[in-house]
């Protein structure tokens, strides 16, 4: 399979744990997104990079929260001192220069 | 100017009928609109895109409209079948991002 893919596909951690979730885009697609969607909500921009550059990052992210994408290629998300209130799916999706965009399986974290 | 409304929520047809589901948003910059089909517990999957240069674009039983003046943008389903049923997004690019309406779940019931 040649598509975005992610993982871990589920992750549950206690309050104030780390986390990181990695993705791996299409291997030419040089833009790369995170979102974070919650049950019965659209998906949320987090996050952009173009190449290993990270170009936009929403003011709705916390300081909490951390995107690397040091070569270019996959891309990591960390969640430091993980609340309730992050227990959400992740998608990451990437893109070429053109508008679409493809979107993995997502990874679900669920804090309790 | 990010935001994008979606209407409505939650949708019910009989099998057979048409769905139309409307996004609006703010910003005249936007030129890209793509809608998403999202089955539970899967990936959001691109069923259909239109750019601002186009009023409508159709695909087999899909037909997207757009109203650059007005600022909305509208999906449209012939002939639903139970299949079409998940959720729907709309989006629209807004500089480097695209961002997303909060969803229409749509119900084709047999």
């Known amino acids: 399979d040649t598509g975005v893919s992610q993982d871990p596909r589920h992750k549950i951690t206690k309050r104030g744990q780390n986390v990181t979730f990695r993705c791996d885009p299409i291997?030419?697609?040089?833009?790369l997104y995170w979102y974070r969607q919650t049950l019965g909500q659209g998906p949320e921009f987090l996050t952009y990079?173009?190449?290993?550059?990270?170009?936009?990052k929403s003011r709705l992210l916390s300081d909490r929260f951390s995107a690397e994408r040091p070569k270019g290629s996959f891309s990591t998300l960390e969640i430091q001192r993980t609340e309730q209130g992050d227990s959400a799916m992740y998608l990451c999706a990437s893109s070429t220069q053109v508008d679409t965009i493809y979107f993995g399986e997502g990874s679900w974290l669920t804090v309790v | 100017g990010e935001n994008v409304e979606q209407h409505p929520s939650t949708l019910s047809v009989q099998e057979g009928d048409s769905a139309v589901i409307k996004c609006t948003y703010s910003?005249?910059?936007?030129?890209?609109f793509p809608w998403y089909k999202q089955e539970l517990g899967k990936r959001p999957q691109l069923i259909i895109d239109?750019?601002?240069?186009?009023g409508e674009k159709k695909d087999q039983r899909i037909a997207v409209t757009l109203n650059k003046t007005a600022k909305h943008f509208s999906l449209h389903i012939t002939e639903t079948q139970p299949e079409d049923s998940a959720v729907y997004f709309c989006g629209r690019r807004w500089g480097n991002m695209l961002t997303f309406g909060g969803g229409t779940r749509l119900m084709v019931k047999p």
């Open positions: 291997s030419e697609h040089n833009r």
């Open positions: 239109i750019r601002s240069n186009v």
């Open positions: 990079f173009q190449n290993e550059a990270q170009l936009e």
């Open positions: 910003d005249s910059a936007s030129n890209y």
